[in-house]
């Protein structure tokens, strides 16, 4: 909402700084969000009269102006429009002036002839011909106002307002008006201020004669009143109001179109007027829309209604979207002679959906949308009459017709000054509350309040604590302590995602957060089959862009995101990791599981399978989790990202037989997708998963008082079998004396049979009874050696 | 004889000072005192001595042994101190090359602001509160008193899944399963991830992060409200920092405000970054709305409550004096390795 603070002058006397004001306003609850001296741009033009118009000697589009700007000698410019007189008044930009857009004029030669300035069009001072529709777009703004050589153009133009804009919230249509804002900034500055009340002659005439009116669907109009204006003088609207509209943001049209927005600013309640020639037996229907009907709209747009939307219909055909958009055809023409004014209160929510559906959103729709006050569609209507009178261009009747369901009661609410004093903190005394109240009209009888008609946004005894804090003032309000004893603790999930943190920057990666939604095509850049279910995602029916449209399944793709972009960043190397949800649909209609997850990457440094395990690994043990067997990952094992990873070098972790991770290297074609051109690493870690492992208890186990025996054992067996199986038959045969296997070689190539490997193993034994001899340490490897060899593996 | 010793001695002595390595020190050792050295060979010709000059030229032959050793030995420990002085110097570092340990990894800056509200929070006696982001209408809009066609829902650019189910746009969601399930006095907040249809730009994105803070007791009023709100930010921002409140209005709160802060690029004085006005927009806070907390089957009639939402984006822009949200989603390690 813009105000003019020329406008709010006519209801309350500001006398402070324009700044102050918007402080003082925004601290009683009425947010400003800036404010615009209008023409602020402008400086140094001045009027000027153009005392001799002659061609220029070396140019036939260039003419030489001598001008007088009010100084002791004429000064000469140089012009290039043509529809400059003599004797003609314009704005004249001396020598050293700014125009809007930051231009400045400087004296110079044009063709060789002197130019003190220049002559400025409508457009260079960034006015239209809505503004002032006697001039004309292309060329010199001929001046028809009432002002001399010399005049500041701000004051020659009435371009000296300030616009002020507020951010009214929702709750607030009363504040989209003037008298609204004047109302608050009255009670802002505790100065009396009276609610105008429009006076009109009119001429006699029953109203009835000329228009009849039904309300068909009471429940989405409230009230109606129908007005009628006879014999109209179309014409442009007075100086003084276009500049209104205009420091309000609205484009002068006519007289009499002009005077139903200039009424819907200033009193907040939106009117309509139509040319009564096309109101088909002048007879008004404000019913719900017949299937099939449509309507031409002011904008020219065709527009399909359907039944639950609410209009003004004629004895035919629809007239208007009610409360959002007048049609067309019945609009305002120069050629109309009488014109029916519509003051009514449509339902918000009907008006809100409908212009919503219909997609256009109208100062009046935004208006209506939040609830008006039934009772402001009478002074509205009798405000409109009186400025017809005004500008006497036409004869109002002084009949209306009024439809109006039931008059709502208007909620008694308690006055308690203790218990506002009691929910503020405050010890406010309840004279002063009675002012700030009875400032803002409040009502008090009984011991009860009762707010006015028009806010229709106060309910309860909590609506009257905020009006009697903002106006006491919030920075007004003491701290208190908050007292009381609680205890609070992570649940066990949040010390999880913590412990994981931990672990994961103890391990170098570095985190990220990327967002929830992806497009579906990045399933596509994993490789995900077809029918994978991963490719089942929450769907958002109204996204940004296909990028956002659907929640991730999978945080891989989001992760590989981001290490291709880092890899074309040409960052040498990344090391990451994210701790983020994934979104699984359940049931249609219900909401999702929304598992967490981790993701880790990898690329350079050296960064190989093994860089990657030995990361996972880590963030088990940091996590005291044991017992987590890997093995290599094939179809079914529970990760359908499997698809996205080199087929030889992906393991799943396994705790039990639940898994819990997979780790490998990209797939070279899903690296190719990405455009990544080095070795890259992925895992994924199912977090809320591992909630329900069992950590190992730590138990302090005595540090060993007898020596350790240690055998190595070399042995050559298939290539495809897995270290990790040597190891369980190793730990299984040397039985309680064992106290640790380290791997120590793994070889293929010359003197090794092919597909083959030499594997060795130092096996560390030892009791905690005694000193283990010889002869235990040897019959423990012979065990061994039996059971490798059992397996098919040739001790060496 | 004697006269042979004296030279022995002399020789042995002139030799010794010349010498500074140790190889050099034992072979002189073995020259003069060895087995087969000039003392001992000499020491062997006292056979043919007589009785009266044996002791005489013994003693004084032991004597020179004992001086030449004691002599060699000092000499040694000289030539190893030299020595062991030389290689501590030759060893010597740059000690202003850069460190080898293992590279550390790095936590989010959004983390690792949120981590520090948390902790704030949890020595206030807060727990920590989630749900789910996915959520129902009911508990994002009409439990919070915003039903259907409410004008407010248009000021939150929501996505949907369905008619019932979409995005979230607050994490005031929070409040009401935290409500539904806990009777007061209940002190929570609950951080999270929160949708809204605003295209991505420097200084909006369609997910960011809030922390919802909720207190339902008896007698809690909007004077704790200020003064919970003081201390919090006090301690995130510093003792120094100074808030004020602006009425505003959300449909979950009655009385609503909007908390602003000392500008943190001018300090008031007003700058391009708070458009003059010497405070920046920090959060919306108020007092629990009546309904919302009948909605929930507490009686606000017994119980009342103060609830505010902190923008996580914001406050770690502020901190780390980020200009561009979009640096916190882009995940550029050169980024991220700042913090």
Not at chain 1, 173 to 183: E, K, Q
Not at chain 1, 284 to 296: F, L, P, Q
Not at chain 2, 90 to 105: C, F, H, I
Not at chain 2, 308 to 327: H, P, Q, S, V
């Amino acid at each position: 909402m813009d105000l003019s603070m020329k406008w709010l002058s006519d209801y309350v006397k500001i006398d402070v700084p324009v700044k102050q004001f918007c402080y003082d306003i925004t601290m009683t609850g009425s947010k400003v969000e800036g404010y615009e001296t209008e023409g602020s741009e402008i400086r140094n033009v001045v009027v000027g009269r153009l005392l001799s118009v002659t061609p220029h000697e070396n140019s036939d589009h260039l003419l030489v102006c001598q001008v007088d700007v009010g100084k002791e000698s004429p000064i000469q410019i140089v012009t290039g429009a043509n529809n400059v007189r003599e004797g003609d008044l314009v704005p004249v930009a001396l020598d050293g002036s700014t125009l809007p857009g930051g231009v400045s004029i400087k004296r110079g030669k044009l063709r060789g002839v002197e130019s003190n300035g220049m002559l400025c069009s409508l457009g260079e001072l960034k006015l239209t011909t809505h503004d002032f529709p006697y001039a004309i777009e292309n060329g010199i703004f001929i001046l028809q106002e009432d002002c001399k050589p010399g005049d500041d153009i701000h004051d020659a133009i009435g371009l000296n307002d300030t616009k002020v804009e507020f951010e009214i919230t929702p709750n607030r249509p009363d504040c989209l008006s003037v008298i609204g804002l004047a109302r608050e900034a009255a009670a802002t500055y505790k100065i009396p201020f009276k609610t105008p009340s429009p006076e009109y002659l009119g001429v006699r005439g029953d109203i009835n004669e000329q228009l009849s009116v039904t309300v068909e669907n009471q429940k989405l109009c409230k009230r109606y009143i129908g007005g009628m204006v006879r014999n109209v003088k179309i014409e442009p609207s007075p100086r003084w109001l276009r500049e209104r509209l205009r420091a309000s943001g609205v484009r002068p049209i006519n007289n009499l179109v002009d005077i139903t927005n200039y009424v819907m600013l200033e009193y907040g309640q939106p009117m309509h007027a139509f040319d009564a020639r096309y109101v088909s037996g002048r007879s008004i229907h404000v019913r719900t829309a017949r299937d099939g009907e449509t309507i031409t709209t002011l904008d020219g747009a065709v527009r399909e209604l359907s039944p639950e939307m609410l209009v003004i219909a004629d004895a035919e055909k629809p007239v208007a979207v009610a409360g959002v958009m007048g049609g067309e055809y019945s609009g305002i023409m120069p050629d109309t002679v009488d014109v029916i004014f519509e003051s009514a209160c449509f339902d918000g929510a009907s008006v809100r959906r409908t212009a919503k559906k219909l997609g256009m959103r109208t100062d009046s729709s935004a208006r209506f949308e939040k609830g008006l006050d039934p009772e402001g569609c009478m002074p509205a209507i009798r405000r409109a009459f009186e400025l017809v009178e005004m500008l006497k261009c036409g004869e109002p009747l002084d009949s209306v017709i009024d439809c109006r369901s039931e008059t709502p009661v208007r909620p008694a609410i308690p006055f308690d000054p203790d218990w506002i004093n009691g929910f503020l903190g405050t010890e406010i005394p309840e004279s002063d509350m009675v002012g700030y109240l009875k400032q803002l009209e409040f009502e008090l009888r009984d011991g009860m309040i009762y707010a006015p008609s028009f806010r229709t946004d106060i309910e309860s005894k909590a609506d009257i604590a905020e009006e009697v804090a903002r106006f006491y003032g919030y920075n007004n309000i003491p701290g208190a302590e908050l007292t009381g004893v609680a205890n609070a603790q992570l649940t066990p999930k949040q010390k999880l995602l913590r412990n994981l943190e931990t672990a994961c920057t103890a391990l170098g990666l570095y985190e990220i957060e990327t967002f929830s939604f992806i497009s579906p095509k990045y399933y596509d850049k994993i490789n995900l089959p077809a029918d994978s279910k991963l490719r089942n995602s929450v769907v958002i029916t109204n996204p940004l862009g296909e990028d956002t449209s659907v929640m991730r399944t999978s945080v891989l793709p989001s992760l590989c995101e981001v290490l291709s972009r880092n890899y074309n960043f040409r960052n040498p190397a990344a090391a990451l990791f994210e701790l983020g949800n994934e979104y699984i649909p359940t049931e249609p209609g219900k909401l999702p599981e929304e598992p967490a997850r981790l993701s880790v990457g990898l690329y350079g440094n050296g960064a190989d399978f093994f860089s990657l395990k030995g990361i996972i690994e880590g963030i088990f043990e940091y996590l005291g989790i044991d017992g987590v067997e890997y093995e290599a990952a094939a179809e079914g094992c529970g990760f359908d990202e499997l698809s996205m990873f080199h087929p030889g070098r992906v393991a799943v972790a396994k705790i039990g037989d639940k898994p819990i991770a997979i780790l490998g290297e990209m797939h070279p074609a899903v690296a190719e997708n990405y455009g990544i051109g080095t070795k890259t690493y992925c895992a994924k870690l199912n977090v809320t998963e591992l909630l329900d492992v069992e950590t190992a208890e730590r138990v302090y186990k005595p540090l060993p008082k007898y020596p350790a025996a240690t055998r190595d054992i070399s042995l050559i067996c298939d290539d495809e079998m897995p270290v990790a199986g040597l190891e369980k038959l190793i730990r299984n045969a040397v039985g309680g004396v064992l106290e640790s296997i380290r791997l120590f070689d793994v070889y293929k190539g010359e003197q090794i049979a092919g597909g083959k490997k030499s594997v060795a193993f130092s096996i560390v034994m030892r009791s905690s009874e005694g000193t283990l001899t010889d002869d235990q340490a040897d019959a423990a490897m012979k065990r061994v050696r039996k059971a490798l060899s059992g397996a098919g593996a040739e001790v060496r | 004889m004697k006269q042979q010793l004296e030279q022995i001695a002399l020789a042995a002595r002139a030799e010794l000072s010349k010498i500074s390595d140790q190889a050099d020190l034992e072979a002189l050792r073995i020259r003069f005192l060895g087995k087969k050295g000039e003392l001992t060979a000499i020491m062997k010709g006292m056979a043919g001595l007589s009785a009266e000059e044996r002791p005489v030229i013994g003693q004084l032959a032991n004597r020179i042994r004992a001086e030449i050793e004691q002599e060699i030995t000092e000499r040694l420990a000289e030539i190893k101190a030299a020595a062991s002085e030389a290689k501590l110097r030759a060893e010597r570092l740059d000690v202003t090359l850069p460190g080898t340990a293992p590279k550390l990894g790095k936590i989010h800056p959004m983390d690792k602001v949120l981590h520090d509200i948390e902790d704030i929070f949890i020595g206030m006696g807060f727990d920590i509160a989630e749900g789910p982001e996915v959520e129902y209408d009911y508990y994002n809009f009409e439990a919070l008193n915003l039903p259907p066609d409410h004008p407010a829902r248009d000021t939150q650019d929501t996505f949907y899944v369905t008619d019932n189910v979409l995005l979230r746009t607050q994490t005031s969601s929070v409040q009401i399963h935290v409500m539904e399930n806990k009777k007061p006095p209940i002190r929570i907040i609950s951080p999270g991830r929160v949708y809204r249809s605003d295209p991505l730009d420097a200084t909006h994105s369609p997910i960011f992060h809030q922390i919802e803070c909720l207190v339902v007791d008896k007698g809690i009023t909007m004077a704790t409200l200020v003064g919970t709100l003081d201390m919090l930010l006090k301690r995130i921002y510093g003792e120094e920092c100074k808030i004020r409140l602006r009425p505003h209005h959300f449909p979950f709160t009655e009385p609503s405000a909007e908390v602003d802060i000392v500008c943190f690029n001018c300090g008031g004085k007003g700058c391009s970054m708070c458009k003059g006005e010497g405070y920046v927009e920090l959060l919306g806070a108020g007092m629990v709305h009546p309904k919302v907390l009948a909605n929930c089957g507490i009686d606000p009639e017994v119980y009342s409550g103060f609830a505010f939402g902190l923008g996580l984006e914001r406050m770690t822009m502020g901190k780390y004096g980020i200009n561009d949200l979009r640096l916190l989603y882009e995940n550029d390690l050169r980024f991220l390795g700042q913090f």
